[in-house]
């Protein structure tokens, strides 16, 4: 497997992902969203972008597995805030019109929207330093750290998503049980990792 993900050039990764997204374009276009478009589309972006933060999550364990596909997490994670930005854009363009005495009553009424924006706002200095010369002027163990704040996004997205649907159905409970299990074995590992070892 290995061997077949160092063919698959990381231009490949950002052309599918992008395919989702003009996918909804057309059907924008063309009627296919059904009666409230503009809830659909929201919905749709907010959902892709929350599956590519789950993806780039997934990375690192199985690279524990022996699967090792960490060139590819760049992409993912800007994939992630491309969908994620298009989500808010929705909603403060088509959904809201700009109308922005709305939008902050919205924002005390519905505070799992604040939760969504956290998520967002976190997301920009991960993706403002997503090349390798930041990485450079951060140095790698600065650049680790900042970057712990996927974690804060991912559960920042489930949770907005959980509110969001309500009645507590499925598949949002799904997102967040996933997102809590591999934040958890990521810090399972970093205590085996941190703890003496027996003499």
Known sequence: MNQIARRVPV????LAGVLPFLWIVWLAFTGGLGVDPVKAIELQLGELGLQFIVAGLFITPLRWAGLNL???RRAIGLLAFFYVGMHLLTWVILDMGLRWEEMAADLVKRWYI???MVGFVVMVPLAITSNNAAIRRLGA???QRLHRLTYVAALAGAIH???LVKAWPVEPLIYLG????LIGARLWRNRRRSAPQAA
Request: glycine share 4%; net charge positive.
């Open 11 to 14: 231009n490949a990764v950002y």
């Open 70 to 72: 960490m060139r590819f």
């Open 114 to 116: 604040i939760i969504g």
């Open 141 to 143: 163990s600065a650049w």
């Open 161 to 163: 998503y959980v509110v």
């Open 178 to 181: 996933v997102i809590c299990l």
